[in-house]
């Protein structure tokens, strides 16, 4: 039904444009062979918005702004993978577009996004200046400076404006009332070692996914996947909620270098199996990942989370010594992403798949059973060492049982919840947020998303920067964020996020200003009556 | 004889699923969209060694000729590749998923046979009631009922609010699914654990019929027009002069002959039923073929896709045997 409602909506909006062309609308201006516009003295602008399902309703509210300041715009409906193909090739002007950070810094969200010919630019935006800032704040190893050169960037990007700058959305989780010691986290992590429901020992999560690439923490690439694995392996640091680095496995480290950290393990630490983790499993978890074919004969799909990794090396028992490539100021924001395995039972399982149906760890809760499709069960560990220091309680989890189910049906999950059949559900969808609020039941909790929304422009199409930011003045997105998203986005005025490192919080977004962005226009050559 | 009329109908129906194969193989790369994209996510952290690694892992760097002889040379093996995603075997993902729609289907059949068949001949005898015209009334809402909306609205009543069946599942938290078949209503009597049974019929049984809706209502309508003509029949008249008792008329001689459309009808439902719902294993958090193939879809994950139409095939093919033998045994003046 989904599918047929998609194409019936293409044809739909196929036959629509081809009544347009009948009828002489659109004489000939498509879009997308619009070339460069700045010729076009005393011409109208016309721009099609590229969206996706999701994001619709928000695509055909801009729209509509855009209209108002005499554009002719339209919406073109796309499925998300099919849009992204013609995006590259660089034939689109306007498209829905997201991209998710992990690091807390703009290294893995700006830099991408908006460096010269970088792997996420899709706006082929580029200017030399942003380029060098972007580096020093990324690679640099002055925090000041770093920071200084981020805040320069978000500078220029705002004069710029390459994108129709978005929002972030907040990430929003249910849980029933009786759930203790649950916060969201900014990386929807979920942590459960920390959680306890008033009189129960157990508890069951909807997961939003309907199945996990893989329980073997080398051999996957998704967030939801690492969600689950995170409760049955610890990692050398761990993050707090709101995104801070904290010890975990580790006693402490030192950077005597910029390229080298050393870390120091704590002692006494046991894997499920009851044996003692030490620096030789460390070394193994990262050549693992490093090695070509430490996956099955082939290269983890992990390689990219350990950044510009040299070497690892055991200096003894409870000590191991990384070395980088260059200095990289967010290499310990990457490392939660690696869980330590041991060694003595990875060789054991032999095959990734092996040890993904009998993962074993130094986490919180340890495998009784599950498939990746349905659900992961999982049991506290009584012998775990405690966790981080800086997360307490510290000690042994105090569920006894914990279930992952994979319920992908928002309105479902939303269903078990108030059933009492699961007790923490990710991604609750925002039209259903006020009606779980009013459930005396249930607890609704918010915090920041770490993935940035925006309609991206292709600057080398639309080449003057008086109409990018006439686009970005043009949109009232105070008023669709909390219409269409409840309240639940938040403006974001460039391309950084208020949680990364380095943003600038003086700069103020675009405001709504459709008689300075028809100025704009005109300034630029186009009619706008 | 009938078995080798049988096997000569399976060997000639071999090349077709091998040709849909092949059609598959071409359409599912021809599809926009990038495999190694959707896999490393639209994210940072992402090194273009990494992007290229992978693409050579999957074969995605060969031109498409080398890629579909690497293709055919596992098919001769009989292995149908990685998941590309998962980078396990299809055959075995695929394997895992398979019981649980074989399980819903089954059950959504039943359930359509147990109550559309007898509404359909009631409707017939009774032309015109009362019963008549609810039950057509309510087949057709019943065809007319998006799935999605009437299993949510199922869920809301039944589970949230009246608390009688479970939201979602199939197996309730706890319960560790046996391991045999992977249809856990037989493998609980097989096992005589009617603790489990009893819960795995009570996840069943909304979505099947949510699931069963649509078909019920089908057979419903079938059978009573097919009913109405066989009770014209002379042969009808002939047995009821005979004195023959009325409920004998309408089974043996009215239902018997009336099937045949019904059957048609079924066994074409039945192939669409085990090729996977994806709307109702959706809302229903059911693991099964049609949440795993849209999944794969979606992810452009070739290797997946074309493992389960090669499953589909061979269930429709089945599915037109099964239905093709029924007919012989119904009236024996059809051959195979």
Known sequence: MVKRGRWIR???????????????????????????????????????????????????????????????????????????????????????????????????????????????????????EVDRLLDEGSSGTDPDARRNAYHQAQQILIEDAPWIFGYYMDVVEA?????????????????????SRTGADSLVVGMRVDRLQSLDPANHRDRDTETVIRNIYDGLVTRTPNGEIVPELAESWEQPDPTTYIFKLKQGVKFHDGTEMTADDVVFTFERIMAPDGVDGQQSPRLGLLGPIKSVEKLSDYE??????????????LLPH????????????????????????????????????????????????????????????QLKTVTFRMIPEPSTRVAALKAGEVHIIQEVPVDQIPLLE???????????????????????ILTDARVRRALNHAVDWDTILREIYGGRAHRVATAMLPSGFGFDESIEPLKYDPELAKQLLQEAGYVTD | ???????????????????????????VRLLPGDPVDIMMGQAGNVSQAEIDALRRELHLDLPLTEQLSIFVRGLLRGDLGLSFREQRPVTDIIAEAFPATVELALAALTFALMVGLPIGVISAVRRNSVFDRLAMGFSFLGISMPAFWLGIMAIMLFSVHLGWTPVQGRLSAGIAPPDLTGLYVLDAILARDWV??????????????????????????????????????????????????????????????ALIPTVTVTGLQLGVLLGGNMIV????GWPGLGRLVVGAIFGRDYALVQGAVMLYALTFLIANLLVDIIYTQLNPKLEL
């Open chain 1, 175 to 195: 849980t029933t009332a009786d759930v203790v010691g649950f916060t969201p986290a900014m990386d929807s992590r979920i942590n459960l070692h920390d959680v």
């Open chain 2, 281 to 284: 294993e959706t809302v229903f």
């Open chain 1, 338 to 397: 690696t869980q330590i395995v041991s060694k003595a039972h990875v060789e054991r399982m032999g095959s990734s798949q092996a040890l993904s149906e009998n993962p074993m760890g130094t986490g919180p809760f340890k495998f009784v059973r599950g498939q990746v499709d349905t659900e992961i069960v999982l049991e506290r560990f009584d012998d775990y060492y405690g966790g981080s220091d800086a997360l307490p309680p510290v000690g042994p989890a």
């Open chain 1, 320 to 333: 191991v010594k990384f070395t980088l490539e260059h200095p990289f100021p967010t290499w310990l924001q």
């Open chain 1, 10 to 128: 293409l044809v739909a909006t196929a036959m629509a444009a081809g009544l347009l062309v009948m009828a002489g609308c659109s004489s000939g201006q498509r879009s997308d062979s619009s070339g460069d516009r700045q010729q076009a003295e005393g011409r109208r602008l016309s721009i099609t918005i590229d969206a996706f399902q999701g994001r619709v309703p928000e695509a055909e509210a801009v729209a509509a702004y855009l209209r108002q300041i005499g554009v002719q715009a339209e919406v073109r409906i796309w499925e998300k993978n099919a849009l992204l193909e013609e995006i590259k090739q660089g034939t689109r002007v306007a498209y829905t577009q997201d991209w998710g950070s992990s690091t807390f810094d703009p290294y893995d969200l700006a830099v991408p996004k908006l460096k010269t010919n970088d792997r996420g630019n899709y706006s082929f935006y580029s200017n030399p």
């Open chain 2, 196 to 257: 489990l049974l009893k819960d795995a019929l009570r996840h069943l049984v909304l979505p099947a019929v949510t699931l069963g809706a649509e078909l019920t209502a089908i057979i419903a309508r079938v059978t009573r027009s097919s009913m109405l003509e066989a009770l014209q029949m002379d042969y009808v008249m002939a047995a009821r002069s005979r004195g023959v008792p009325e409920w004998q008329v309408v089974l043996r001689h009215g239902l018997r002959n």
């Open chain 2, 1 to 27: 004889m009938k078995a080798i009329r049988i096997l000569e109908r399976v060997l000639t129906a071999l090349p077709m699923s091998l040709l849909m194969l092949l059609l598959v193989f071409v359409f």
């Open chain 1, 438 to 460: 009013a459930d005396s039941n249930v607890k609704v909790l918010t915090t920041q998303g770490t993935r940035l929304y925006m309609i991206e422009l292709n600057n080398n």
